[in-house]
């Protein structure tokens, strides 16, 4: 391997870092999905009371700061990512009151609450939109995103939408309302009416709202989609698609205004306190040289940006056909990630959320090596340079869901792909068949508490069925069991805030051209730890990992006496360790 190659995977030193680093450089973070979180009342939906009974569940783990999925009233067109009023919490889930306990019993356990923000798009229910739909002239007229139909064609009639834009949930992306005979976009559902950005009326109105949370005691937010609220006010044509629409991303996907969007933002609502936030982007297509733009530590508006690279490693061409990640791509990526953003930038790492499937189910082998293969990925990826997100479960090694057939689905995207790709004359079994592979509801399951009925979620009907898999895979069990993969989460949790080298250290990507061992240093002038795994099924032999294994997913003596990894073994190293591995095609060397 040449020296070049070895070099385009490590990131520069890190001796740079200021010693007064923001809180959440050092932070592990844990998402909570409240429909499917806890339910205190019995109605079969997650609220508020469910997670503060439960939050020691993730306190224990060691996580320094919660992520809470959209609480808002909404009409849940999109669970709870449609929302009607930004400063009500949706009855479904409690009250203010329910809240300011949340946000003080987080609090009370050392720990901090970002907020989810969906300010590209409201309800078409939230009053904004139901004055900006009454009339152009209305107070709110200009507040969203409205277009005469095409000249030369009336409203309503097939193909006069402004532009092919497809949605991301199917169909066209504008909706036509006769009260002003005009369209309105919506890059999501037809209930999800993009907001105008160019209004100024609307970008304070955002700010005053985001204030307003700073105000109650929330510590940031995770920004939903937020790459995408700056169009190119131009409005042309996408290149078409498979969908029969146009794919118009190239304009809005960071758009011309999203920096001083987003400049604006930190500036009117975080001002000099900006480090004292987390701020964490979503953004759905980012490249590293945008990313690192927006997460600069002197010139960027967000802390870390939320990428997709790694997700879309297994989209052939569609998130509908799926192909498996080879571990080649996915080490070749995240070091890419690891190494631009390395010196000015900051990462995010993450393997699951509510909008993608299990990760030991996509990633790992849940059935042959479910434990191995779990706690493997998270070694791999959580002691990256960057700050981790747990989604809810993950931590007990949840799985994808073995859905019997269409009706098992709740979430919008999953349903309307469905009709949509029948109604274009797919085969029903092969879509189903990917959609049991790719669909959001694998992430959306009850949680799994215990062996009660409905794994302990509710005393009532659950509002999606839980994994049948609950009497083998749940929280009761694992949490006082030291072999489970919840306290392996704790030690691995506990590792990375302990050691500097993980924290602030560099990167350097080890046999770089393997294909299944993932294998890197991070260093610190004074102290380094290596990470040596087995993504594969068969053992590898791999020279120069003897030595203190200060954490491992086989447990002492094996590590000591075996000089192989056994198939997703995972070894934490202390120290700067040299690997090479013996293959089938001769040496391959770091
Ligand atoms: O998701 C953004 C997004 O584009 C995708 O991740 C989306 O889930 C879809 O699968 C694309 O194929 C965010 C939220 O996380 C998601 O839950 C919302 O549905 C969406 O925005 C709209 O608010």
Not at 285 to 295: C, I, L, P, S, Y
């Amino acid at each position: 391997m040449s020296v070049d190659s070895r070099h385009a995977h490590q990131s520069p030193p890190a001796s740079k870092d200021p010693p007064d680093a923001p809180w959440w450089t050092t932070a592990v973070a844990y998402q909570v999905y409240p429909r499917s979180f806890a339910d205190s009342d019995g109605d079969g939906v997650g609220d508020i009371r469910g997670i503060i009974e439960h939050l020691d569940h993730i306190a224990e783990l060691g996580v320094d700061a919660i992520w809470l999925s959209p609480v808002y009233d909404s009409p849940h067109d999109d669970n709870g990512y449609d929302i009607r009023d930004y400063q009500r919490i949706d009855p479904l889930f409690g009250d203010l009151d329910d809240m300011d306990a949340l946000i003080s019993a987080i609090e009370d356990r050392g720990m901090r609450i970002i907020m989810d923000l969906v300010v590209n798009h409201t309800s078409d229910e939230h009053e904004w939109f139901v004055s900006s739909r009454s009339s152009r002239t209305s107070a709110h007229g200009d507040w969203y995103i409205w277009r005469d139909p095409r000249p030369g064609m009336r409203g309503g009639e097939p193909g006069a939408e402004p532009t092919n834009w497809g949605s991301f949930f199917s169909g066209s992306a504008w909706e036509y309302a006769r009260e002003r005979d005009q369209y309105y976009l919506h890059l999501y559902s037809r209930k999800q009416p993009d907001l105008n950005w160019e209004s100024v009326e609307v970008r304070r109105a955002v700010y005053r709202m985001m204030t307003w949370w700073l105000d109650r005691g929330v510590d940031g937010f995770r920004m939903d989609v937020i790459n995408f609220i700056s169009k190119d006010q131009r409005f042309p044509d996408g290149p078409l698609t498979t969908t029969g629409y146009g794919d118009g991303r190239q304009y809005f996907q960071c758009g011309p205004r999203i920096h001083e969007f987003l400049a604006e933002m930190q500036r009117e609502v975080f001002g000099d306190r900006t480090g004292a936030f987390l701020t964490v982007g979503e953004m759905p297509d980012v490249t590293v040289e945008q990313a690192r733009a927006f997460t600069d530590r002197h010139t960027g508006q967000l802390s870390m940006v939320f990428q997709f690279e790694h997700m879309d490693l297994d989209h052939e061409g569609s998130k509908w056909a799926v192909r498996p990640t080879s571990v080649l791509d996915l080490k070749k990526s995240l070091g890419q990630w690891q190494a631009d953003l390395g010196l000015d930038g900051w990462n995010s790492l993450y393997w699951s959320n509510h909008d993608q499937p299990r990760m030991v189910s996509r990633f790992g082998d849940a059935h042959g090596y479910w434990y191995s293969s779990a706690t493997a990925l998270a070694t791999c990826l959580y002691l990256h340079r960057g700050t981790p997100f747990i989604y809810q479960g993950e931590e007990l090694g949840m799985t994808n869901v073995p859905f019997k057939d269409i009706s098992s689905f709740r979430d919008i995207e999953s349903v309307n792909h469905y009709q949509d790709a029948i109604s274009r004359g797919g085969d029903p079994r092969l879509v189903l068949s990917a959609l049991r592979r790719t669909s959001r509801d694998n992430a959306r399951t009850p949680m799994q508490w215990s062996t009660a009925p409905h794994a302990g979620f509710t005393t009532g009907e659950p509002w999606v069925p839980v994994n049948p898999n609950f009497g083998r895979i749940n929280a009761q069990s694992q949490r006082h069991d030291p072999g489970s993969i919840y306290s392996f989460y704790k030690r691995l949790i506990s590792l990375r805030h302990q050691e500097p080298a993980l924290i602030d250290g560099d990167f350097s990507m080890l046999l770089e051209d393997h294909p299944h061992v993932y294998a890197y240093a991070r260093e610190t002038p004074t102290s380094a730890i290596t990470v040596v795994a087995n993504l594969g099924h068969v053992p590898v032999e791999v020279r120069g990992i003897d030595g203190e294994v200060i954490l491992g997913n086989h447990p002492e003596p094996w590590a000591a006496t075996h000089r192989s990894l056994a198939p997703w073994e995972v070894r934490v190293l202390r120290g700067r360790h040299t690997l090479s591995v013996r293959g089938a095609h001769g040496d391959v060397t770091p």
